[in-house]
C-alpha cells in the first residue's frame, strides 16, 4: 500500500506543483489537498479539500484522510496576499498550530515536513560566511513573515518533543527564483532603477523553483530529521543581479530607504525591515546537511536559477500574452522575504 500525503497551501504556486510531482511518485497513493481557495494550477489527481487551517475542520481533514505524511506548505508571505497583517498571522502561525494539533492527535500521521524560509537568519551582524542549521538568532526577526517563520518553527519543535515518534523535517529555503516566479524580490529586481543601500553589495542565494518542488518531494518520502536549508550552490552579488537585469542602481543612505519603503508598499513592492537587512547583508546558506540526508544536489546552481528567470522576462517583454498567461498562476513569495 502506497503513501497517502496530505499538502497544505494547494492553491499556490508551490503547493500545486509538489501535489502533482508527489502524484505521479509510484511510492505514493493518494495526494489530499487543503486550502480555503481551490487550486487555479493543475495539480495532477490529487483531491482537494477545502479547508481552513485556523479551523477546527483541519483536524476531521487529518483524521479522515488517513494521511501518512503532511507537508505544510501554506504560509503566506506577504499581508496583502490574505487581507492584511491580522489576517496573515491566523493564516500562518494559528493554522499551523491547529494542524500541528491535529497531527500529534492523529493516529495515522508518520511524516511532517514544514515549510520555513532563510528569513529566520535575520540579525546581519550575525551573519557568518555561511548560514548553517545550527545558528540561533539572538533576537525575534522584525519582519512580518520572519516573524511568523520563526514561530512556526518553535511549534514544530514543539511537537517533535511531544511526539518522538513522529518524524520531522524543517526546511529553510532561500530566495525562490525561475521562470514562474513573482515575488518581493522579482518584483524589486524589475524597477526601472534599483534603489540600494549605500555602501553595500550583498550576496544573493536563490533556489530554483524546479529544484524547490524536487527537495519538498524527496524530503516527504525520505526520513531525515531536524532542521535542513535549501539553496542552490553559489551566489551573486547584488550589483552583479542588476547588471544581467540590465537595470541601473541607486545608492541610497538606509534611512532613504526606509522612507521610499513606505510609498513603496502602496504599490506591493517589499521594503519590509527583513527586505532592507537582505540588501545590507550577506545571507548565504550551507546545504551540505541536505545534501548528505538526500543524497541530492540541485540540478541548477543559484547564477543559472537567475539567468532562467531573466530569460522568462525578457520572453514577456517581447510577447505580453505569454505574461497574461503565466498571471492566471499565484506565485510563492520570496523564500528570504
Avoid at 496576499?81 to 497531527?103: I, P, S, W
Amino acid at each position: 500500500m502506497g503513501r497517502i500525503v496530505l499538502v497544505t497551501g494547494v492553491s499556490r504556486y508551490l503547493g500545486a506543483r509538489v501535489a502533482e510531482a508527489l502524484q505521479a511518485d509510484p511510492g505514493v497513493e493518494r495526494v489530499i489537498g487543503v486550502d480555503p481557495v481551490p487550486p487555479r494550477q493543475e495539480a495532477g489527481r490529487a483531491e482537494y479539500v477545502a479547508t481552513d487551517l485556523h479551523s477546527d475542520s483541519v483536524n476531521r481533514v487529518v483524521r479522515d484522510s488517513g494521511a501518512d505524511t503532511v507537508l505544510h506548505l501554506g504560509l503566506a508571505t506577504m499581508s496583502e496576499d490574505v487581507g492584511g497583517r491580522a489576517a496573515m498571522k491566523e493564516n500562518n502561525v494559528l493554522g499551523t498550530m491547529q494542524l500541528l494539533a491535529a497531527c500529534q492527535r492523529s493516529h495515522t500521521v508518520r511524516r511532517l515536513v514544514v515549510r520555513s524560509s532563510a528569513a529566520v537568519y535575520s540579525e546581519p551582524e550575525h551573519d557568518p560566511g555561511l548560514c548553517t542549521e545550527d545558528i540561533e538568532a539572538r533576537s525575534m526577526p522584525r519582519s512580518a513573515y520572519a516573524q511568523d517563520a520563526a514561530e512556526v518553527e518553535f511549534h514544530t519543535r514543539g511537537l517533535a518533543r511531544r511526539r518522538p515518534d513522529l518524524s520531522v523535517a524543517i526546511m529553510r529555503f532561500a530566495n525562490f527564483i525561475g521562470p514562474s516566479m513573482e515575488t518581493p524580490l522579482t518584483r524589486y529586481l524589475g524597477l526601472r532603477v534599483v534603489p540600494t543601500v549605500r555602501g553595500y553589495d550583498p550576496r544573493m542565494q536563490f533556489l530554483h523553483e524546479d529544484d524547490g518542488v524536487e527537495a519538498i518531494r524527496r524530503m516527504a518520502l525520505g526520513d531525515g530529521n531536524g532542521v535542513f536549508n535549501v539553496a542552490a550552490p553559489g551566489s551573486l552579488t547584488l550589483s552583479q543581479c542588476l547588471r544581467r537585469a540590465g537595470r541601473p542602481g541607486l545608492a541610497m543612505p538606509e534611512r532613504g530607504l526606509r522612507m521610499l519603503g513606505g510609498l513603496a508598499r502602496r504599490g506591493r513592492l517589499d521594503y519590509s525591515p527583513d527586505q532592507l537587512r537582505l540588501l545590507c547583508s550577506d545571507r548565504v546558506l550551507d546545504f551540505s546537511k541536505l545534501e548528505h540526508t538526500l543524497g541530492w544536489t540541485p540540478t541548477y546552481t543559484s547564477q543559472e536559477a537567475f539567468e532562467s528567470f531573466l530569460r522568462e522576462r525578457s520572453a514577456q517583454r517581447a510577447h505580453p500574452k505569454r505574461r497574461r498567461r503565466n498571471e492566471r498562476h499565484p506565485q510563492i513569495g520570496s523564500a528570504a522575504a
